[in-house]
């Protein structure tokens, strides 16, 4: 199994980015993907989910401004995420499965906002 995030980069407060992660090896349209984040010194963090029937799921702190998507004929999950704040700065990783389960990790792409 592997996933491949890109995307990431340095982006202007207000700005956006999408980051995307396409896998392989992997059973994509059957299973739900996230996106998570960890800031430097922090734990890492679940952001945008969705389940393999398209049930959306986001933290409350970027609902709103965050948006998952799906293209299964791609194996591809994107974050679209718009009116960066700087405490969007992050490492952003993707992964194919539920919260509750060890799931396939993406290597990570790091988002880095400035002001």
């Known amino acids: 199994v592997q996933l491949q995030a890109s995307g990431g980069g340095l982006v202007q407060a207000g700005g956006s980015v999408r980051l995307s992660c396409a896998a392989s090896?992997?059973?994509?349209?059957?299973?739900?993907v996230g996106w998570y984040r960890q800031a430097p010194g922090k734990q890492r963090e679940l952001v945008a989910s969705?389940?393999?029937?398209?049930?959306?799921n986001y933290a409350a702190s970027v609902r709103g401004r965050f948006t998952v998507s799906r293209d299964n004929a791609k194996n591809t999950v994107y974050l679209q995420i718009n009116s960066l704040k700087a405490e969007d700065t992050a490492v952003y990783y993707c992964?194919?499965?539920?919260?509750?389960?060890?799931?396939?990790w993406g290597q990570g792409t790091l988002v880095t906002v400035s002001s």
């Open positions: 090896g992997v059973s994509f349209s059957s299973n739900a």
């Open positions: 969705m389940s393999a029937g398209g049930t959306l």
């Open positions: 992964k194919i499965g539920s919260a509750s389960v060890t799931g396939y």
